[in-house]
């Protein structure tokens, strides 16, 4: 299993990180967990086409993981023909109607598709990459997940629970993918000051993950606000008590990318949680071996 960070940015425009998105190779698959903006150029510097990528799943709906899937599955519509495979969309309440709000016969892009299906060009573009007219309409199906379970997909699976974020108008879900005896734990956003640390559930989720990465964004660092440092410590005492092998972090906002502050939160993680710990930076990419 192979990991890579295309978002790892926040919600404010950035030139140097795009929003939310981590992409997984797993058990011949190529896994998106949330495609926030920017991140669809990222998937590209990876190496990656969009017709190459065969699972989605969204964490939430807020626009920093979402919004970059518009222009995934336009354009991996756009680029196929009759033998590539639909590209499954898995996703919190509401996945379903995001979707068919862009991409349905009333949608947003209703006009481009009626072209794009309709006009002679451009059924004569999609009978180039070997489709057989007439265009047939965007596969706009969801699979909409409620509550923690598990989806198995032969070579490997995926877990999920709740996490606190924005509750009750948002419904949001930390992942953990397992492949070949390695696990990957995306915690997603989560309040990070919850009396008593993480969640019971995201806890034994995130237990013996060789990767956790997990969520620093807005959180109290200095010492006299009364959350303390509630995004440091709240990361160090899931990783040390789940007994993860590698942190890494997330979801940076500018206030938290600069002037010593990187080294200031590390340091603090560092008085936990004694296993390494990495600054995450967009396109970083982490083997995870197979156990032999």
């Known amino acids: 299993m192979k990991v890579t960070l295309l978002g790892t940015g926040s919600p ?3 030139l140097r990180r795009a929003s939310s998105s981590y992409l997984v190779e797993a058990g011949g698959d190529v896994i998106l967990i949330d495609h926030g903006p920017g991140a669809f150029q990222r998937l590209m510097q990876a190496g990656k086409k969009a017709t190459d990528v065969t699972q989605v799943f969204l964490s939430h709906l807020h626009f920093d993981h979402c919004a970059d899937l518009i222009r995934l599955f336009h354009h991996r519509w756009d680029a196929s023909g009759d033998n590539t495979p639909p590209m499954r969309i898995h996703g919190p309440d509401g996945s379903q109607e995001f979707v068919d709000r862009v991409f349905g016969p009333q949608g947003a892009f209703s006009r481009d598709l009626v072209s794009r299906t309709q006009h002679p060009l451009s059924v004569g573009a999609y009978r180039e990459r070997g489709g057989t007219p007439p265009r047939p309409w965007p596969d ?3 699979t909409e997940l409620r509550g923690a379970g598990a989806l198995e997909f032969g070579d490997w699976r995926i877990l999920r629970c709740e996490v606190p974020h924005y509750q009750p108008y948002l419904d949001s879900f930390a992942y953990r993918i397992e492949a070949g005896g390695k696990s990957f734990v995306y915690t997603s956003d989560v309040n990070l000051a919850l009396p008593g640390g993480a ?15 997990h969520y620093l964004n807005a959180f109290a660092f200095e010492a006299n606000h009364p959350g303390g440092l509630a995004g440091p410590r709240f990361a160090a005492q ?3 008590d789940a007994g993860v092998g590698m942190l890494v972090t997330t979801h940076h906002g500018p206030w938290i990318d600069s002037g010593g502050m990187p080294e200031r939160i590390l340091a603090e993680i560092g008085k936990t949680y004694s296993g390494r710990t990495v600054w995450g930076e967009d396109l970083m990419s982490f083997d995870l071996q197979a156990a032999a």
């Not at 969640?199 to 990465?213: H, Q, S």
């Open 12 to 14: 404010l425009p950035s």
């Open 140 to 142: 706009t199906r969801v």
């Open 199 to 213: 969640p019971p559930a995201l806890l034994e989720l995130a237990r013996g993950a060789d990767l956790l990465v």
């Open 238 to 240: 899931l990783a040390r």
